[in-house]
């Protein structure tokens, strides 16, 4: 995605400050921003907006402020930029849990907005291919497991080892041009129907 095409959306109360992020961003190529200046309803509006990424600015933020911040973090999905003037241990540990991609402490400079901007990006999608990752993974385990549950019902009705269960099952799945995973999945659930006090 071009730089240029990013729908940056500003999150700030404060109009001198957003002034000094927008320029930034429009010095550094970014030319679709839209700023809210107004913390009421702030999860719809984002959601009405859909921006590629957000930039939040919080002068000197109380603990519930940040906590609600991060709660919108958890939501969105987006790579967010967080500046905040001073903060704590807490704090900093408590915006990476929730997902902020670059959380700034008293950086807000005009040419920092780019190559924060950037990194935010960076980090929200390196994370974002990680989970995805981690989700394919839990799924090969799943399908593993259903798998091993069919080969174990056709080794105990056929009488088969188990790679001739497996085969069987290769063979029933080519011939139907189907996945194994489906064919299992079908065996595991038309047995759980067959015998619903038995194991499998």
Known sequence: ??????????????????????????????DQVTVIDNMHGLARRIADLNPDVIVIDLENPNR?????????????????????????????????E????AYIVDGLKQERVRPILK???????????????LEETRGELEGRKIIDRAKGLIM?????????????????AMNQNRKI??????????????DPGGKE
Do not use: C
């Open 98 to 101: 929730a997902g902020v991609s």
């Open 64 to 96: 519930d402020m940040l906590e609600s911040m991060f709660q919108l973090s958890r939501a969105v999905r987006r790579p967010i930029a967080m500046f905040v003037d001073q903060s704590d241990e807490a704090s900093i540990e408590a915006a990476v």
């Open 156 to 172: 105990r009705s056929r009488g088969l080892s188990e790679d001739e269960a497996y085969a069987l099952l290769r063979k029933t």
């Open 181 to 194: 995973i489906d064919i299992a999945q079908g065996l595991v659930t038309a047995a759980s129907l067959l």
């Open 119 to 133: 990194m935010a990006i960076s980090r929200f999608n390196a994370f974002a291919r990680l989970n995805r990752e």
């Open 1 to 30: 995605m071009q730089q240029s095409r990013l729908n940056v959306l500003v999150i700030d109360e404060n109009r001198i400050r957003v002034a000094i992020i927008e320029e930034g961003l429009r010095d550094a190529g970014y």
